[in-house]
C-alpha cells in the first residue's frame, strides 16, 4: 500500500474492531495524535487487502515520550477540572448563581438564578421578565460552562454557566 490518497476512504482494525470509513488526512490525524497504533491493520476501500499502518507512506505516530507527555497532561486536567455525572450533578453547582438562558426567546440569552434542582427539572427565576420557570432537563439541548478571567477558589467563582432549551411557546403568551 503506497501513500494514502485523498480521495480514498480507509478504515483500521485493531484489537478485534473496526473503525467507520474515514479519509486520508483524518487517518493521518488519526496516527499522529496516537489513536491508530503502528500495529493497528488498515484496508482501503474497495481492496481486500489490510496493511500494517507502520508500513503506510505519510502516517506519522507519536514518539513514546509524546505519548507519555500527553497521558500526564490529560491526567492533571482530569484532576484540577471537575466531571459531573449529570446536567442535575452540573447546575447543582450553580445553585443561587446567575445563569444565562433563552426561556423566552429562543435566539436571545437572558440573565437568570438558578432556584433548584430536582430529579426531572430545575426552577430558574427571571428577573427581568418577572417569571419563575419550571424547566424539565429534557427541554435542554446544551449546557456551556464558560471560564471567567478572574480564577476563583471554587470551580463556580470560577466559571459562569449557559443553558440552551429548546423554544418553548408559553413566555410568548406572558408578554402584554
Request: a negative charge.
Amino acid at each position: 500500500m503506497s501513500q494514502p490518497v485523498e480521495s480514498a476512504r480507509y478504515r483500521i482494525r485493531h484489537d478485534d474492531q473496526i473503525s467507520p470509513w474515514m479519509t486520508a488526512e483524518q487517518l493521518r490525524q488519526a496516527a499522529l495524535i496516537g489513536q491508530v497504533p503502528p500495529q493497528a491493520m488498515v484496508q482501503q476501500a474497495g481492496q481486500a487487502e489490510w496493511h500494517e499502518a507502520a508500513n503506510i507512506k505519510g502516517l506519522e505516530f507519536p514518539t513514546q515520550q509524546q505519548s507519555e507527555n500527553d497521558e500526564a497532561a490529560t491526567k492533571e486536567q482530569m484532576e484540577t477540572h471537575p466531571r459531573f455525572k449529570t446536567m442535575r450533578d452540573l447546575l447543582a453547582n450553580f445553585l443561587h448563581c446567575p445563569v444565562s438562558i433563552n426561556l423566552v426567546e429562543s435566539t436571545s440569552f437572558d440573565e437568570a438564578e438558578l432556584l433548584l434542582c430536582c430529579e426531572d427539572h430545575f426552577e430558574i427565576s427571571l428577573p427581568a421578565h418577572k417569571i419563575r420557570a419550571f424547566v424539565p432537563y429534557a427541554r435542554i439541548k446544551a449546557i456551556a460552562s464558560i471560564e471567567l478571567e478572574e480564577q476563583g477558589q471554587k470551580y463556580r467563582d470560577s466559571h459562569t454557566v449557559r443553558i440552551e432549551v429548546e423554544p418553548c411557546s408559553v413566555f410568548s403568551n406572558t408578554k402584554g
